[in-house]
């Protein structure tokens, strides 16, 4: 997504490998599967249809671009079956949610099938443009919709507040773009001050001014063709021999209130499930805790409420966080904050991976506040901000980047993978490395076998 008003490109997490546009024309004849007319089609219930690929054709409402270039993406999407269920396996927690917020506002469902196309449903997607999350937001149009960014959390990631955040915006461009949602949508990719500029130049020249006519970037072209693509499939799965992933009508997730700041760690053991699916449905906090400013919620599955309200009436706030985040002020020394929290500074070193006594002014350190809080359940964990010290002891080497260093480079030295560095640091593997950064690698015994990415 670009900015409100922006002149450039999309700023969109899309996988290297998906279709470029080769012509600005569209597609092919949109398919609406006769499938869509299951129990329910007739009385409009959500409750009523058998899963939810019927219940979100029984909503699309957008009109079809014919031509090449859908063609182009429809056959794309049908001859990479890796790609389309991994995407739907995604989907699959956060789908029910985007569609019931899609159709409390009226909207064409087709537009929850818009994450398919901005990131593929990964909530931790990061473009080279620093776009974030499923709907794939800059910081400044994040902020301008409401997101909270903060040390603690990034609303983009959150899956209900860059929803919420992402329709807003959606039907603002629908408004301004006098009711058509393919110039809307053309908007959201490039900017609506783009988009506005290619219709008053085709004005000035006597032409059309609509989607197809317009003189857009490649990207562009190819993003509304690209989601009538995925819709045609949705419609009619069996014309392009795709198999849909089964996603259950119902919600995968539900809020629940903690009242005070938590630990995730702590709500894993509660409830007894990984922290790794804890955080798929958590995307939007940067740490190991909830912002202790508020607000004082977090999704967990809806099978896992009881035992977490259960768990949190028998759990004392002070028991709830074992941590505290502390930013480092003109005159802090090391001794000083270690004295103030009531540990050692060693502690505090190893907790953040620093060497030596020196700190900076608005350094954020984590300060454990009991030795049982580098051991906690999920220690292991490396996409937990905080817990970098192993249940054994093992400490990671924090690398310092130097000039001319990638990742693959990197990893190469420490007899590491890619996979690893990147899932320890919360970075993409298409992330450009900078001068000095400091990179946190465990070269054994620690969290080394959880390798992979957040993103699932």
Request: hydrophobic share 40%; glycine share 8%.
């Amino acid at each position: 997504m670009a900015a409100p008003g922006a002149d450039g490109g999309a700023a969109i997490s899309r996988d290297p490998n998906l279709p470029r546009a080769q012509t600005d024309t569209a597609s092919a004849e949109a398919a609406r599967s006769a499938e869509a007319d299951g129990p329910g089609a007739a009385t409009g219930l959500p409750q009523n249809y058998p899963d939810l690929w019927s219940r979100l054709r029984a909503g699309f409402a957008l009109s079809p671009l014919e031509g090449s270039v859908v063609e182009q993406n429809e056959q794309w999407f049908a001859n990479n079956p890796e790609f389309m269920q991994a995407m739907m396996e995604r989907a699959r927690l956060y789908l029910y949610y985007i569609v019931e917020e899609v159709e409390k506002r009226g909207l064409p469902t087709e537009i929850a099938l818009l994450p398919a196309i901005e990131s593929a449903y990964k909530p931790y997607a990061y473009s080279r443009a620093r776009a974030s999350g499923l709907w794939q937001f800059m910081a400044p149009t994040g902020r301008l919709y409401g997101l909270k960014m903060n040390w603690w959390v990034d609303g983009r990631r959150d899956v209900e507040a860059a929803t919420q955040a992402a329709l807003d915006y959606l039907q603002k461009l629908h408004n301004e773009f006098n009711g058509d949602w393919h110039l809307a949508l053309a908007a959201y990719n490039a900017g609506e001050g783009k988009v506005g500029r290619m219709m008053e130049l085709n004005r000035r020249k006597g032409l059309p001014t609509s989607y197809t006519h317009l003189k857009l970037k490649r990207e562009t072209r190819n993003y509304v063709p690209r989601l009538q693509a995925m819709a045609n499939i949705v419609a009619n799965p069996q014309k392009y021999g795709v198999q849909l992933a089964d996603i259950q009508n119902k919600p995968y997730f539900t809020r629940v209130e903690t009242g005070s700041q938590i630990d995730l760690g702590i709500v894993a053991k509660l409830t007894d499930m990984p922290l790794d699916d804890l955080q798929k449905i958590n995307p939007g906090l940067n740490r190991w805790a909830t912002d202790p400013e508020g607000p004082h919620t977090l999704l967990v599955p809806v099978e896992k409420k009881d035992a977490l309200v259960a768990g949190l009436n028998n759990l004392p706030a002070e028991e709830r966080v074992q941590w505290r985040g502390h930013e480092v002020k003109r005159g802090d020394t090391m001794h000083d904050v270690a004295r103030r929290y009531g540990v050692t500074p060693e502690t505090v070193r190893s907790a953040n991976g620093v060497k030596g006594n020196i700190l900076q002014v608005g350094q954020n350190l984590m300060i454990p506040l009991s030795t049982r809080a580098l051991m906690p359940v999920i220690a292991g964990n490396p996409n937990r901000a905080v817990t970098r010290v192993a249940a054994n002891g093992v400490q990671p080497v924090v690398h310092r980047v130097r000039a001319g260093e990638t990742l693959w480079s990197i990893a190469r030295r420490y007899g590491v993978l890619v996979s690893q560095i990147v899932h320890w640091n919360l970075l993409e593997t298409s992330d450009v490395l900078q001068l000095g950064q400091r990179l946190k690698i465990w070269t054994g015994g620690g969290p080394s076998a959880a390798i992979g990415s957040p993103n699932g």
